[in-house]
């Protein structure tokens, strides 16, 4: 709980998540992998049992969304950044919210973020992980 893993691939290469589940369709090369475990403490859930409403509960703390924005804007710039903060945040309150159901897929260019996108929520009961490429920086 409250994870945010950045690994940054100095030399960029094909995410494993776009061969396994996507073969062929990354147009890209990784070069940011995000990593996000739940963006709260266990304390922060206190009283939650497993089968109660989820969404009666907050899965984010404000203290690890600024983290994680403050590195979103230092990675891919203030806009960019920003646009790929709302589309992972967005991501994990659904994944939250709807539980361990949730399954997601996504691969393609992101306009607002600028980069290609890389994500895939299987069945198991795994951490998010986003892979971009390097965005396209707007002048």
Known sequence: AGAIELWINTIPQKSLTAERYFPG??????????ILGG???????AGYKLGM????????????EKIFK???????????????????????DNRFYTGTDYKASYIGFNKDVGAEIVYYVP??????????DKPEVRK
Request: aromatic share 18%; charged share 25%.
């Open 39 to 45: 963006l709260h403490d266990y304390e922060d859930l």
């Open 123 to 132: 069945e198991e009961n795994v951490p998010s992980r986003f892979s971009t």
């Open 70 to 92: 403050d590195l979103c804007v230092e990675v891919y710039g203030e806009q960019q950044g920003m646009a790929f903060y709302n589309f992972a945040l967005t991501e994990l």
């Open 53 to 64: 409403d989820r969404r009666q509960f907050e899965w984010t703390q404000p203290r690890y």
């Open 25 to 34: 369709k990354q147009k890209g090369l990784t070069q940011y992998i995000w």
